[in-house]
């Protein structure tokens, strides 16, 4: 089985958001192409499209399907192959770097000092401590070939 093609839409052009995400599932789409994947992921990969492909809806809801398409479709390949796009581990890892230490490390600043007003001091620390953790994920993961040369942005 094959991934099936974007269908072409010369109207979206004019909308620079939408020509954006449209481009953007198109890159998504031509790396899978060249990739070897189970049928049950190309069918997958397959209902995304169409869903994509028979949406006469406005160009608002036609970006927000193309995002939650890909989104569907970058969460599969993630969870049944382990393929991720550039990046993926460090913006994850950001917000939970923010969340797991920066927190905590701000909560301690403001104890230990009597000044509660120095939590948000953890809140870059644990940023910065994410990114670093969540880089290194990526350079493994680009080492062991499991990286899309596609990085995603919203």
């Known amino acids: ?5 974007l269908k072409k839409r010369p109207s979206i052009v004019q909308n620079t958001k939408l020509d954006k995400a449209y481009v953007q599932f198109d890159s998504l789409l031509t790396i899978l192409k060249n990739k070897e994947l189970p049928e049950e992921i190309v069918s997958s990969i397959n209902n995304g499209i169409d869903q994509i492909n028979t949406c006469a809806e406005p160009e608002k809801k036609l970006r927000k ?14 969870k049944e192959l382990k393929l991720v796009t550039k990046n993926h581990y460090m913006n994850t890892w950001l917000a939970l770097g923010m969340a797991a230490f920066g927190l905590p490390i701000g909560t301690v600043f403001g104890t230990t000092t009597g000044n509660m007003g120095l939590i948000g001091i953890g809140l870059p620390i644990g940023m910065v401590i994410g990114m670093v953790i969540g880089s290194g994920m990526d350079k493994k993961a680009l080492e062991a070939g499991r990286q899309l040369d596609l990085e995603i942005k919203y």
Request: proline share 0%; aromatic share 0%; hydrophobic share 35%.
């Open 65 to 78: 399907q193309i995002k939650k398409s890909q989104s569907e479709i970058l969460k599969l390949i993630e």
């Open 1 to 5: 089985m094959e991934i099936k093609e």
